[in-house]
T-cell receptor, first 112, second 114 residues
Framework: DQQVKQNSPSLSVQEGRISILNCDYT??????FLWYKKYPAEGPTFLIS?????DKNEDGRFTVFLNKSAKHLSLHIVPSQPGDSAVYFC???????????FGKGTKLSVKP | ETGVTQSPTHLIKTRGQQVTLRCSSQ?????VSWYQQALGQGPQFIFQ???????GRGNFPPRFSGLQFPNYSSELNVNALELDDSALYLC?????????????FGEGSRLTVL
């Protein structure tokens, strides 16, 4: 029973275009959401987060949107760059738990 | 300020053996968590330590155990290894207890059980 779902295992985008990575969750208790990026042979690195009291958070080329009613969030990368090619994990938590629940990840390939 | 470091980076064990993985947390972080990432999956929470005591555990059997030391280092011990224990084991440290905050991950220890 997956509480955090990333239904697209992979995504290929042309350099300069927008990348949109999607994530769905089932637990309405989740109140904090994060995106991590992982390169091969490295640990995941934090990218951006959003609290459930917001519906948008922006940091440079990265924007996360949260739709609580649909239990859906998305990560937008504009413009996409070849260095963005990595596996992106969506993660969620609630303050009563001491851990993050991760999705399976989406492998993004940005082609020059 | 040093990041999170893990050792060893790769190791091979046989079924039934025991393994100890080590982690050095980022300076000043009082909380360490361990995650297991199987092939094609996202990281799964094993347990968390806060001020040297276990503070939350995921759906892993008791043969997965851990320790946290005063110098911010920690260990993950797995007894009676099974083939399904083959995975990347990630250590993550953070400033505070509980999720909702950014976790800083090490590069992981890749365990292969034959």
């Amino acid at each position: 029973d997956q509480q955090v779902k990333q239904n697209s295992p992979s995504l290929s985008v042309q350099e300069g275009r927008i990348s949109i990575l999607n994530c769905d969750y089932t637990n309405s208790m989740f109140d904090y959401f994060l995106w991590y990026k992982k390169y091969p042979a490295e640990g995941p690195t934090f990218l951006i987060s959003i609290s459930s009291i917001k519906d948008k958070n922006e940091d440079g080329r990265f924007t996360v949107f949260l739709n609580k009613s649909a239990k859906h969030l998305s990560l937008h990368i504009v413009p996409s760059q070849p260095g963005d090619s990595a596996v992106y994990f969506c993660a969620a938590s609630d303050w009563s738990q001491g851990n993050l629940i991760f999705g399976k990840g989406t492998k993004l390939s940005v082609k020059p | 300020e040093t990041g999170v470091t893990q050792s060893p980076t790769h190791l091979i064990k046989t079924r039934g053996q025991q393994v100890t993985l080590r982690c050095s947390s980022q300076s000043g972080h009082n909380t360490v968590s361990w995650y297991q990432q199987a092939l094609g999956q996202g990281p799964q929470f094993i347990f968390q330590y806060y001020r040297e005591e276990e503070n939350g555990r995921g759906n892993f059997p008791p043969r997965f155990s851990g320790l946290q030391f005063p110098n911010y280092s920690s260990e993950l011990n797995v007894n009676a290894l099974e083939l399904d224990d083959s995975a990347l084991y990630l250590c993550a440290s953070s400033f505070r207890q509980g999720a909702g905050g950014e976790l800083f991950f090490g590069e992981g220890s890749r365990l292969t059980v034959l």
